[in-house]
């Protein structure tokens, strides 16, 4: 087992003179121990993750919570409902913004009626005036009535569209009051019960695992940054003791901004220890046994086959 050394490996700053002591030892025990320790371009602690991390989801509006679709471990849909508030509130809301377009709508009707009657009356009166059968100044009148219900039914159309939007934002108010799923995924954990109430800045009620490929995120320690570089491949050793077996990957991306460790446990070591992030993709989809989450050694063979873009 070569377990243990990487994990010395990884926990000392001088990592890069060790190994260069596995190739070049002079004699005896440490002659027998470069032979069996394989030799390394680098060497990082990871955990298993997908690309943006599990999803936390909370309750867009404020409410108590009138029921809930689906329990943990259960794998959902894009679009299918998780959660819903009580919507009486919104629903009566809903009712409120019908009501008032039907309204606006009547009162445009009765409008475009009563403005076609004086518009047929204008004209009549203005043929009579034009004939000798009429004034002009009732004529005059009719058109100036005629011209103020125009004006008053722009008004209506006005309303009912505006009418038409408060309903709008109602019915969308009304679907705010049930959660759906973002994405495909499966449900990690649920945190309410029916009855509890809920708010937007009240954290989140579900966890979402997506559905999507999963990777490694490492930490390369800055000793090894300029020893790894995009589409080297790599060796992915379970951590754990799980017995998963050692998974093949490739370098997606190197991270540009250095940071603490965030998976070193020795807080003296973390404290003093810089790393950027490394992403890896798995070569073939992994077993279900190696978990989101689960840590990781990420070895990378000196002998790497892949050579660095543009060489």
Same mark, same amino acid.
């Given at each position: 087992?070569?377990?243990?050394?990487?994990?010395?490996?990884?926990?000392?700053?001088?990592?890069?003179?060790?190994?260069?002591?596995?190739?070049?030892?002079?004699?005896?025990?440490?002659?027998?121990?470069?032979?069996?320790?394989?030799?390394?371009? @680098?060497?990082?602690?990871?955990?298993?993750?997908?690309?943006?991390?599990?999803?936390?989801?909370?309750?867009?509006?404020?409410?108590?919570?009138?029921?809930?679709?689906?329990?943990?471990?259960?794998?959902?849909?894009?679009? #299918?409902?998780?959660?819903?508030?009580?919507?009486?509130? /919104?629903?009566?809301?809903?009712?409120?913004?019908?009501?008032?377009?039907?309204?606006?709508? /009547?009162?445009?009707?009765?409008?475009?009626?009563?403005?076609?009657?004086?518009?047929?009356?204008?004209?009549?009166?203005?043929?009579?005036?034009?004939?000798?059968?009429?004034?002009?100044?009732?004529?005059?009148?009719?058109?100036?009535? @005629?011209?103020?219900?125009?004006?008053?039914?722009?008004?209506?159309?006005?309303?009912?569209?505006?009418?038409?939007?408060?309903?709008?934002?109602?019915?969308?108010?009304?679907?705010?009051?049930?959660?759906?799923?973002?994405?495909?995924?499966?449900?990690?954990?649920?945190?309410?019960?029916?009855? @509890?109430?809920?708010?937007?800045?009240?954290?989140?009620?579900?966890?979402?695992?997506?559905?999507?490929?999963?990777?490694?995120? @490492?930490?390369?320690?800055?000793?090894?940054?300029?020893?790894?570089?995009?589409?080297?491949? /790599? #060796?992915?050793?379970?951590?754990?003791?799980?017995?998963?077996?050692?998974?093949?990957?490739?370098?997606?991306?190197?991270?540009?901004?250095?940071?603490?460790?965030?998976?070193?446990?020795?807080?003296?070591?973390?404290?003093?220890?810089?790393?950027?992030?490394?992403?890896?993709?798995?070569?073939?989809?992994?077993?279900?046994?190696?978990?989101?989450?689960?840590?990781?050694?990420?070895?990378?063979?000196?002998?790497?086959?892949?050579?660095?873009?543009?060489?």
């Amino acid at each position: 087992m070569i377990l243990r050394p990487l994990r010395s490996l990884l926990a000392l700053p001088l990592a890069t003179a060790l190994l260069a002591a596995c190739s070049h030892g002079d004699a005896g025990d440490k002659g027998a121990a470069a032979a069996a320790t394989p030799a390394y371009a @680098a060497v990082a602690r990871g955990r298993v993750d997908v690309e943006g991390g599990l999803l936390k989801l909370g309750m867009p509006r404020d409410g108590v919570v009138a029921s809930i679709q689906v329990h943990e471990g259960d794998h959902v849909r894009k679009g #299918q409902v998780l959660a819903m508030l009580d919507t009486r509130p /919104a629903q009566l809301m809903v009712s409120a913004a019908e009501a008032e377009q039907k309204q606006a709508q /009547a009162q445009g009707r009765l409008l475009e009626l009563r403005l076609k009657a004086a518009q047929q009356r204008a004209e009549r009166l203005v043929a009579a005036a034009a004939s000798g059968a009429g004034d002009g100044q009732s004529a005059d009148d009719a058109r100036d009535a @005629a011209q103020q219900l125009q004006g008053e039914l722009d008004n209506a159309r006005a309303a009912e569209a505006i009418a038409a939007q408060k309903l709008e934002a109602a019915r969308y108010e009304l679907a705010q009051r049930s959660l759906l799923a973002p994405v495909d995924g499966q449900i990690v954990e649920r945190l309410i019960q029916p009855g @509890a109430a809920v708010s937007p800045q009240g954290g989140p009620v579900f966890v979402l695992l997506p559905e999507q490929a999963r990777i490694v995120r @490492a930490e390369l320690n800055e000793s090894f940054v300029t020893a790894v570089h995009e589409g080297m491949h /790599a #060796q992915v050793v379970d951590d754990s003791g799980s017995g998963v077996p050692t998974l093949g990957a490739h370098v997606q991306r190197i991270g540009t901004v250095f940071g603490p460790s965030a998976l070193e446990e020795d807080p003296l070591v973390r404290a003093n220890t810089r790393t950027v992030e490394c992403v890896l993709a798995f070569d073939q989809p992994p077993p279900p046994s190696l978990r989101i989450g689960q840590r990781v050694i990420v070895q990378f063979p000196a002998d790497n086959g892949t050579a660095k873009p543009g060489h």
